[in-house]
């Protein structure tokens, strides 16, 4: 009865679709990736971009959190207004407005950068000079995933030279984001990188790394002093095919309405591409999980309507039936509906409009 | 000289990445958009869910529609607030959350809102005895786009007299939203519809077709009376590959910067999945279409990373450069990013933070 209850409850007060996070599934979630973390010695830095609210990046700093995480200045300075004092920026930050932000954030957090060129490290010295306080700038080293980071050892060993060279910055050690299960490239880059280093008299203890499926590879990176994880405390589909979630593990879940019956095989949601968005990974099929109704699909989008395939349903959702979706990405559904609903058992707590949503720069 | 005048003021004023709009490009997709209708004799009640604006949507206005077009009630109540005051919500409401907010902007705006099943025209009877006033329902139907929409006429024919026999409802006519050039389906439909709804003495003149593509088939409806088109205020790359828009017809294009160079085929832009989203159609190949490197492919995304594949590029992009991206579908990015940059030729006129942003609901 408690989540028909619940889903009643949201009907009439909140309407849908509405981003449903169940608190005690959340607090479930952050005790378990603090826990991972301590187990490893590892300091926990958890990415906000997942959930880009204050109240809940409270809740990480409060079970343990050493900082947080964050992929955007705007990110950072909503997190900063909320209480951070200690923040990663693990983006190549460049340009005149993104230094001046950064210098005047300087002033209120201990802020650690992230560099994977020569043009980033000479513009974040300006930022450095502009808060006459030191910057801390970490090398962001690509060792298999094929996103940013330098590629090469002799990159970063340039890279490190340079930043060590440059009045106002400070080494900040390395940032990884390894593939899954691929520990030793990342820690034959990282020996060399540092054996180099040393040799001219320049050294670092510090070695981040992040992605919540890399929670369970804790251990496997000689010398990791800390880890970034987003997803971890919302969980999704992605997290579940990864094998890090189960089910009861998702904390959000996306209430919406079946709207629309065309004919016995099509249904529509009131939740499409501008709630759920479009993303999928892991091979994933459809667009997102229904609880009461594994064997729907969500099959495709328009902008407001989610396309249901219900051939292979034998109870079949009816007009006005709400229903639970746990969507394939989380983190992309929170950054653009930006109000989410926390609830316990069957009781609405409170709602947020979480502070950083859309932050896109 | 303007193009890189107004790159070097966007990222000084505004930084990157920045979603902007050229007002002059918008002035005339505007036109165009009315002077298609006014040609074909049919009434421009343009989508608001595109640009979510209300200077834009006032623009409209002024240029000759006759009312707008919403999906959500949420983008009805910003618009009403922004002066609309004949609004059309081409998606089914239901639940009581939804009837008394409805009710609500009946006091301030001609509402008529679209039905396709029994159980949303029962829920809208409701809307209408609470605020005291007729409320008109137009009859969704679906000729072949697999939406929402009844999908047989004997639907349509039902829904039609339920609606003529309820108290406080009017038959606002039908909706349609029919792929391009399949216009003979949908006449079938609509003329089989209306013979024998007038067989019972209930008639109605009111024809409501959709979609920026159809507005090059305005014609092709027998007894159409209006048309919603959303994209055509800005275009976009599926707009070009529809046929509809050229490159200088987007008005909106995505300033963003190159943040690294991962080797010699390889860079990222400021831009991921939460600027540009991930969207295709029209078989169109990578994430968006950058104007000064046209052989450039935004082959994938991370969250805030657009990854550039440069394999086919003579010219490749630096660090620091910033480019820009005409995106595959406007209407998400704009919904997600919210805030516009408008611009005449090298000048910034002025930025909005657009009122109807993620209104899920």
């Known amino acids: 009865m408690g989540i028909e209850t619940l889903k009643q409850r949201i009907a009439r007060e909140i309407g849908t679709p509405a981003l449903v996070v169940d608190l005690d599934v959340v607090e479930r979630n952050i005790a378990k990736t603090q826990g991972l973390c301590d187990a490893a010695g590892v300091a926990n830095r958890p990415h906000i971009k997942t959930h880009k609210s204050n109240r809940l990046m409270q809740m990480q700093l409060e079970a343990g959190a050493k900082g947080i995480t964050c992929q955007k200045l705007g990110e950072a300075e909503v ?19 993104k230094m001046a932000r950064l210098a005047r954030l300087m002033q209120d957090a201990e802020m650690t950068v992230a560099a994977d060129n020569p043009l980033v490290v000479t513009e974040l010295a300006k930022a450095a000079a502009m808060a006459g306080r030191e910057l801390r700038v970490r090398i962001e080293c690509d060792t298999g995933r094929k996103r940013a980071g330098v590629e090469t050892t002799a990159e970063a060993i340039a890279l490190g030279r340079m930043i060590a060279a440059t009045p106002g910055l400070k080494l900040a050690g390395l940032m990884v984001y390894p593939p899954e299960n691929a520990a030793d490239v990342t820690n034959a880059f990282v020996a060399e990188v540092k054996a180099v280093l040393a040799g001219d008299g320049i050294t670092f203890d510090e070695l981040s790394s992040g992605g919540t499926p890399n929670l369970l ?19 999704d589909r992605m997290m579940m095919a990864a094998g890090f979630a189960s089910q009861e593990d998702c904390a959000l879940t996306v209430y919406t309405t079946v709207v629309s019956r065309g004919g016995p095989e099509r249904g529509i949601l009131d939740a499409g591409s501008k709630t759920l968005t479009t993303e999928t990974g892991w091979d994933l099929k459809g667009h997102g999980f229904i609880l009461e109704h594994p064997e729907a699909m969500i099959a495709r989008f328009a902008e407001e309507h989610g396309m249901l395939d219900l051939s292979r349903c034998n109870d079949r959702p009816v007009v006005g039936e709400v229903v639970r979706v746990i969507p394939n990405h989380i983190c992309p559904v929170v950054n653009v509906v930006g109000e989410l609903v926390y609830v316990r058992g069957d009781e609405i707590i409170s709602t947020e409009d979480v502070a950083a949503r859309g932050k896109l720069r």
């Open 79 to 97: 997190m900063a207004e909320g209480g951070a004092t200690d923040i990663f920026i693990s983006y190549n930050l460049l340009g005149d407005e």
């Open 217 to 235: 590879n804790l251990g496997s990176l000689k010398g990791q002093t800390e880890h970034r994880a987003g997803t971890s405390i919302f969980n």
